[in-house]
T-cell receptor, first 112, second 114 residues
Framework: AQSVTQLDSQVPVFEEAPVELRCNYS??????LFWYVQYPNQGLQLLLK??????LVKGINGFEAEFNKSQTSFHLRKPSVHISDTAEYFC??????????FGGGTRVLVKP | DSGVTQTPKHLITATGQRVTLRCSPR?????VYWYQQSLDQGLQFLIQ???????AKGNILERFSAQQFPDLHSELNLSSLELGDSALYFC?????????????FGPGTRLLVL
């Protein structure tokens, strides 16, 4: 069975500063990796995904993530955040079977 | 907009009652997944249907059941409701590509059991 750990439950950050959200996973087989964002009182929106190919993945809203197989990580980054990036971010892994396994989420609070 | 629709958006009911949540997948998607998001358990997979048949089961209680109809919409039935069933319930449908599968989520149904 796979598992996902998001190391930070909350990340406060100032507007226009960079942010990195950490995600580590465990799985004995190859995986697909995803980041979803949940804005307040809304559903889950796909930010980006790694299925195969280049390990650096670019997503929507200026986010990118890098798949590191040796470290079993898929950290999410944005070089300059906006107030509108305040949300909860979920890392998810899909391995054997079709279900997604989610991390516990990281709340990002962007301060002016 | 993901193309996945869910109704109702909000549902308030009492303990012991039964409710039905509805999900319509994106046009052409055959799979529907149901997830529960609660404060104490986080996001958890409940059940998956593919083209009308149950494909996988997760942490779904026996009081809960689901089905997928010929038009591919799905319903999640929650019965003998308890306070702890209060949560956000999401469904997702999948985009298939040569590289793999991506799940797109609906806006969710927020259930409050009083």
């Amino acid at each position: 069975a796979q598992s996902v750990t998001q190391l930070d439950s909350q990340v406060p950050v100032f507007e226009e500063a960079p942010v990195e959200l950490r995600c580590n996973y465990s799985s004995s087989v190859s995986v697909y990796l995803f980041w979803y964002v949940q804005y307040p009182n809304q559903g889950l929106q796909l930010l980006l995904k790694y299925l195969s190919g280049s390990t650096l993945v670019k997503g929507i809203n200026g986010f990118e993530a890098e798949f590191n197989k040796s470290q079993t990580s898929f950290h999410l980054r944005k070089p300059s955040v906006h107030i509108s990036d305040t949300a909860e971010y979920f890392c998810a892994v899909k391995a054997a079977g079709n279900k997604l396994t989610f991390g516990g989420g990281t709340r990002v609070l962007v301060k002016p | 907009d993901s193309g996945v629709t869910q109704t109702p958006k909000h549902l308030i009911t009492a303990t012991g009652q039964r409710v039905t949540l509805r999900c319509s997948p994106r046009s052409g998607d055959l799979s529907v997944y149901w997830y529960q998001q609660s404060l104490d358990q986080g996001l958890q997979f409940l059940i998956q249907y593919y083209n009308g048949e149950e494909r996988a089961k997760g942490n779904i209680l026996e009081r809960f059941s689901a089905q997928q109809f010929p038009d591919l919409h799905s319903e999640l039935n929650l019965s003998s409701l308890e306070l702890g069933d209060s949560a956000l319930y999401f469904c997702a449908s999948t985009e298939l590509s040569n590289q793999g599968e991506t799940q797109y989520f609906g806006p969710g149904t927020r259930l409050l059991v009083l």
